[in-house]
Each structure stands twice: as structure tokens, then as C-alpha cells.
């Protein structure tokens, strides 16, 4: 698949991402007292379409080379790991000093 594809791809997921949160986000009643208007197989079948959205990003990002759970991260903040020098170690032979 193309670059151009894989991006127009993405952009399509993210789209339908959207507008799915942006039509259950209108639906939900404001007072607690309403109910649902939404029937239980509906919610179920949004719910199936989020899953099956979000399965395509993952096998996206992951043709793309991005390791999952990678946030970007600004300049300024502190990393968690620390390097370690390597000088003055010493080399273990056969388990014995």
C-alpha cells in the first residue's frame, strides 16, 4: 500500500472515530432520570465499531514502525531512564570473579 493511501486510511478512522464519540456524546441524556435513547444492540454495535476502529489503527501503526504505548514527549521534560557508563566495569569470567 502507498504512503498517500495508508495516510488517507488514517485520516478516514480518525474521521469516523469522531463523529461515532460526537453522535453518543449528543445522544446522552443530560439528567440521569432520562433514559438512553439508544436500544442495547445499538450501544453494542457502536462499541463493535470503536473495537474495530481502533484494531486497524494499531495494525496501522504498527506497518508504520510505531511501538505501541510511545507518546511524544516535550524537550523539556525529564526522561525516566538513566544511561549507565559502561567504563570501569569489569568483564566475569566462568562465574568466578
Known amino acids: 500500500m502507498s504512503e498517500e493511501h495508508l495516510s488517507q ?7 469516523m472515530r469522531k463523529t461515532l464519540a460526537h453522535i453518543v456524546r ?15 444492540e ?10 474495530l476502529i481502533s ?8 506497518e508504520a514502525g510505531v511501538v505501541p504505548g510511545e507518546r511524544p514527549r516535550f524537550a ?3 526522561r525516566n531512564t538513566r544511561v ?8 566475569r569470567r566462568n562465574g568466578h570473579d
Open 76 to 78: 523539556d521534560e525529564p
Open 26 to 40: 449528543d445522544l446522552s441524556p443530560t439528567d440521569r432520570a432520562l433514559s438512553y435513547p439508544l436500544s442495547e
Open 42 to 51: 445499538t450501544v453494542q454495535d457502536i462499541r463493535a465499531c470503536f473495537e
Open 84 to 91: 549507565v557508563p559502561m567504563q570501569g566495569l569489569s568483564r
Open 9 to 15: 486510511e488514517k485520516r478516514i478512522l480518525m474521521a
Open 55 to 62: 484494531a486497524r489503527e494499531r495494525e496501522l501503526a504498527r
